[in-house]
């Protein structure tokens, strides 16, 4: 079956661009050119996905779309945006979007992103039994808490392992410093944003990431957040 | 008033005591003797007390002589009328006296007020000098009043905004100097003050005035040299980056036109060529834009930082993975210490800067040798190194090589070097060119260290 997608901007260039890139890709596209039509469209044909462009130059903007989406719906919505700002990524992600996207993006990072999330989506259901991922030569084995890299078994500290786990179970999925430092360390932590920086960067050395040879398990967003490499 | 019922009783304590110690001399001394002592208890009181306490004195000394030391004791005639026209020559001198001396001495102590005004005023125009701002001045101005006239509550209240009711009495002045008002000095104080004290505050806020006007003048000069050195810069841009951004506009334009004229005589291979080509140069212009949009924010000075404890390790990371990307070849090297501290800055900011260094310096590397980023650390701060292993650069060009679109002999470097530079200054931090040993140039980034931050967070158990 088909899966259809909602592309939701109002820039009817682009709008036609990715109806036919996506098209191409297999999947059926759907296009909104502001806030209310894409509402109605998704409430009238419940797409298995929505792509949002942020500003939509007109009320409701992409974030205001995104907050009433979620109060009915759990669809997963991928934002647009030309402003390369940390913010503004925060302000989408903490709204209920699943992951945003630069402008200007390529057609096959798009696709790549989308993927990835339809993969997760399906997958959820499952997650409480997966007993183990692999990603690359990275292994982790979740029933005895093992990691092992290129077959052999290295010690991570009870938090450097809770962090991983954390990340490599939500593979492609973008997490914020703050949701990252509620999971592993606890709300109180609040602001302590550079404890999940030090860990990370501890992890990395452990995992043996070459990032000289694109070897890495864990993908930094400026500003934002941490995700997983995505898992086939 | 205490004060003046406290003159009194001094005055009148005074006669009485000289009187109670001159009666039983009565018979030996002569009244000459007795009048010139009492003169200079006016004196005494004319010079400590002022005009009115004196002619108290006088006026008791007059009586007292005559009712005690003057035969017929105990009453106020006098039996020897020669006395009588010293008695009274007594009370003339005693008035006139005593006038002068309170004269001298209220002249004595604006003397000494005018000094001390002058003294505060001066000291104020110190202070102001020191604080170039508007706040600056305002504050030490309200202290300064406070401090001098014991008011209540001292206040500058901006021009457009209305006086609030207080408690007390309330004096009002402008700061005003020329046709420019920068706002009311409120001074509340129990009672009025006196025209002195006034005159005072007057003087503090018109020094004030001028100093805010200083202040503002100064300010704007800055201003308009910003604005007019960021117009220049945008003027040259404008110059040098027409051809840039037309360059890859150019390509992508015929590459578009290629594949809708030519349609189906190309092969699927040149086919898929021409589209690379488009999205390569998109990326290009894509950049182009980016770098540019940077550069005006540099030079207003309107770039905030977002600066974070971050891992300059984790930048390297991310820009070798990119090169990766792109290549497909394993051209950079990295070496980072293991105890490598974190240090504050903006993330995207200066993985932008990297970047741009990693690129320029990979232009120039040979294909057999890779580009080398080694982190290290002091106390102070923590250093980057990019280390090439080209030509050398020759010494003119490396003083000109971070200047927006310099012509080197290797090409433009565009705008890569002159942000990467804006980026690293705007964090207090340093970027240099030193010679590779050997042969080859190598960017050196400082960022400076702030003191007791992130380290908790390595020592503390995972």
Redesign the interface.
């Given at each position: 079956m088909k899966r259809k997608i909602l592309v939701v901007d109002d820039e009817p260039q682009l709008r036609k661009q990715l109806k036919i890139g996506l098209g191409g890709h297999g999947y059926e596209v759907i296009t909104a050119s502001n806030g209310h039509e894409a509402i109605t469209l998704t409430a009238q044909q419940t797409p298995d996905m929505i792509i949002l462009d942020i500003s939509l130059g007109s009320e409701p903007n992409g974030i205001e779309v995104c907050r009433q989406l979620r109060e009915w719906t759990k669809i997963p919505i991928m934002m647009l945006s030309v402003h390369?700002e940390?913010k503004t990524k925060v302000i989408a992600l903490s709204a209920g979007a699943d992951d945003y996207l630069t402008k200007?993006f390529?057609m096959d990072e798009m696709h790549a992103r989308i993927e990835a999330i339809l993969r997760r989506i399906t997958a959820e259901p499952m997650e409480h039994t997966r007993t183990e991922i692999r990603a690359g030569d990275l292994y982790i084995n979740l029933v005895n808490r093992q990691v092992f890299v290129e077959g052999e078994e290295i010690h991570l500290?009870?938090?450097?392992y809770d962090l991983l786990r954390l990340l490599a179970t939500h593979p492609g999925k973008m997490m914020t410093h703050r949701a990252i430092l509620g999971a592993v360390w606890g709300p109180e932590y609040g602001e302590?944003?550079?404890?999940v920086?030090?860990?990370?960067?501890?992890l990395?050395?452990k995992l043996r990431?070459n990032?000289?040879?694109?070897v890495?398990y864990i993908l930094?967003d400026?500003?934002v957040g941490y995700r997983f490499v995505s898992i086939d | 008033m205490k004060e003046a019922f406290k003159s009194y009783g001094v005055a009148l304590g005074l006669v009485v005591v000289t009187t109670v110690m001159a009666v039983p001399l009565r018979t030996t001394l002569t009244l000459a003797n007795f009048t010139m002592i009492y003169l200079l208890l006016v004196l005494i009181l004319a010079i400590q007390r002022g005009i009115i306490p004196s002619l108290v004195t006088a006026f008791a000394s007059f009586l007292s002589i005559n009712f005690f030391l003057v035969p017929p004791y105990y009453t106020f005639i006098v039996a020897d009328p020669r006395e009588v026209l010293d008695l009274v020559v007594f009370l003339v001198v005693g008035v006139v006296a005593g006038r002068l001396a309170a004269k001298a001495r209220e002249q004595a102590q604006e003397a000494q007020q005018r000094a001390h005004d002058q003294e505060v005023l001066y000291r104020l125009a110190d202070s102001f000098n020191q604080f170039g701002t508007r706040s600056g001045v305002t504050d030490s101005l309200m202290q300064v009043v406070q401090r001098e006239v014991r008011a209540l509550r001292v206040q500058v209240l901006p021009a457009d905004e209305k006086a609030p009711l207080v408690e007390g009495v309330a004096h009002y002045t402008l700061l005003q100097t020329g046709a420019d008002i920068y706002g009311t000095l409120m001074v509340v104080c129990a009672e009025a003050l006196p025209a002195s004290r006034l005159q005072l505050v007057n003087a503090c806020a018109r020094q004030a005035a001028q100093a805010i006007q200083r202040a503002e003048l100064a300010e704007k000069a800055r201003l308009s040299q910003q604005f007019e050195e960021a117009d220049r810069l945008k003027t040259a841009i404008l110059h040098a980056a027409s051809h840039d951004l037309r360059t890859p506009i150019t390509i992508i334009k015929s590459s578009a036109s290629n594949l809708r004229q030519l349609g189906r005589q190309l092969g699927p291979e040149e086919e898929a060529e021409i589209a690379q080509t488009i999205?390569n140069e998109?990326?290009e212009l894509?950049k182009l834009v980016?770098n540019l949009l940077d550069m005006s924010r540099l030079k207003a000075g309107t770039l905030t930082l977002?600066a974070?404890?971050?891992?300059l390790?984790?930048v390297?990371?991310?820009v070798?993975?990119r090169?990766?990307?792109i290549s497909h070849q394993?051209?950079?090297?990295?070496t980072f210490p293991?105890d490598m501290p974190?240090v504050c800055f903006?993330?995207?900011l200066i993985?932008q800067a990297v970047t741009n260094l990693v690129d320029n310096t990979l232009r120039y590397e040979p294909a057999d040798s890779k580009v080398e980023v080694r982190g290290e650390f002091d106390v102070r701060q923590a250093r980057l190194k990019i280390i090439n292993h080209g030509e050398t650069i020759p010494p003119e060009v490396k003083a000109r090589m971070m200047e927006p679109f310099f012509h080197g002999a290797g090409g433009r470097t565009g705008l890569g070097m002159p942000i990467a530079k804006g980026i690293i200054e705007a964090h207090g931090g340093q970027l240099w060119v030193e010679d590779t040993i050997g042969h080859g140039a190598t960017f050196v980034i400082a960022l400076p260290i702030m003191e007791a931050?992130?380290h908790e967070?390595?020592n503390s158990?995972?």
């Open positions: 390369d940390e200007p390529g500290t009870p938090k450097e302590m944003d550079h404890y920086r030090v860990f990370v960067n501890q990395r050395k990431e990032p000289a040879r694109n890495r930094n400026p500003g | 999205e998109a990326d894509n980016g977002n974070e404890l971050n891992s390790e984790e390297v990371g991310d070798v993975a090169v990766y990307q394993e051209r950079v090297m990295t293991d974190l903006d993330y995207g993985l931050h992130g967070a390595q158990g995972g």
